[in-house]
């Protein structure tokens, strides 16, 4: 099984993949300041968040995706407004309330999730994406071990305040992926402001 850094140098994983369209859609809903992407890969998400004002701290277990995450931030301008740390998100020390958005994409961290959930600044957001294991023929993804269950992403985030959560297939060319998706907000009581609701994305 080759290594993530293996990976990214042979081209296997897309270099400069876009970000989230459902992070796209909701970014203008989530507060301004300090943000944190866990397993950025190349950088998709902690690029968007620093080009929307953030301050980004980047973290992942490859050097070479961190190489390639600070070269796409570079074309973009925006690397001084990113922090690339190198690092297990299993073990990593997540500092207590300081991001206002925190953002997961396809990478299985729920043996972290309480203490990334209590990373988050009184109402930041967080957006986690990930593989979902489903009944379904999909060859995108990792084995079933690395994906979540139904509804267990949902539960997960049920001491946030859910904004958004939706579990679908997706994929092109034959390609196709199953994956569960939650936008959830650290706030609490009966009455909150909720975003406007989106335009449909895939
Ligand atoms: C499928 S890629 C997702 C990258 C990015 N989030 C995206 O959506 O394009 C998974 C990433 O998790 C990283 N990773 C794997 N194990 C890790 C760990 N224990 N701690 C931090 N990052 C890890 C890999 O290096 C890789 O960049």
């Not at 957001?125 to 139904?150: F, M």
Request: proline share 5%; with cysteine.
């Amino acid at each position: 099984m080759p290594t993530w850094d293996e990976r990214f140098r042979e081209g296997e994983y897309p270099l400069d993949p876009d970000p989230a369209p459902v992070l796209r859609q909701y970014i203008g809903s989530f507060p301004d300041g300090r943000a944190l992407d866990i397993a950025t890969g190349t950088g998709r998400n902690a690029v968007f968040l620093a080009e929307n004002g953030y301050t980004v701290d980047a973290l992942d277990k490859s050097r070479e995706g961190l190489r390639i995450a600070r070269e796409n931030a570079k074309k973009r301008g925006v690397d001084e407004n990113c922090s690339w740390i190198r690092g297990d998100a299993h073990t990593h020390e997540y500092p207590d309330e300081i991001y206002d958005v925190i953002t997961i994409q396809y990478f299985q961290i729920l043996d972290r999730f309480t203490d990334i959930k209590a990373a988050l600044a009184p109402d930041g957001v967080i957006y986690y994406q990930t593989h979902l294991r489903t009944t379904d023929s999909v060859d995108r993804g990792p084995s079933e071990r690395h994906r979540v269950g139904a509804n267990e992403l949902l539960r997960a985030s049920l001491d946030l305040t859910v904004l958004h959560y939706r579990e679908f297939t997706t994929g092109t060319e034959g390609h196709r992926g199953a994956c569960a998706q939650v936008i959830a907000r650290n706030s609490h009581g009966h009455t909150q402001q909720v975003p406007r609701e989106p335009v449909a994305e895939d």
